[in-house]
């Protein structure tokens, strides 16, 4: 027998866990070549899903563009694309290019801030 608080804490834990699985491409290839996206109980639970993106949800997943692939999935033209792996390896490509181009943006963006703040401290003296 399980209390409400536990049941609630563990439905919490799989469907973050779950949610977050939506970022990897190659996961969602696997579910699009197994049927899934066909069954309409489980297109209903990724509708559900979408509450995931509220900020008080949002807040606990560390892999943030699940909720992006989470939106596409509410397609039914992208889940029948999702059954063609060169699709799911587009998707890879474009998150892995993503990433890097942020990580440098972001890299200027800070030693930008870091002169500034030199800078000012060197104008103040």
């Not at 290839?29 to 109980?41: H, I, M, T, V």
């Not at 500034?116 to 401290?121: A, D, K, S």
């Amino acid at each position: 027998y399980m209390s409400d608080d536990t049941g609630n804490r563990l439905r919490f834990q799989l469907e973050l866990e779950f949610v977050q699985c939506l970022a990897n491409p190659n996961y969602l290839n696997f579910l699009a070549q197994r049927g899934y996206f066909k069954d309409k109980a489980f297109v209903n639970y990724l509708k559900y899903l979408l509450y995931w993106k509220e900020p008080e949800y949002a807040k606990y997943l560390k892999y943030p563009q699940c909720l992006h692939m989470l939106e596409l999935l509410q397609y039914e033209h992208f889940r029948k694309e999702l059954v063609n792996a060169q699709c799911a390896k587009f998707i890879d490509e474009q998150q892995i290019l993503h990433w890097q181009h942020y990580s440098r943006k972001r890299m200027r963006l800070q030693q930008a801030l870091a002169e500034q703040q030199q800078q000012n401290n060197t104008s103040v003296k």
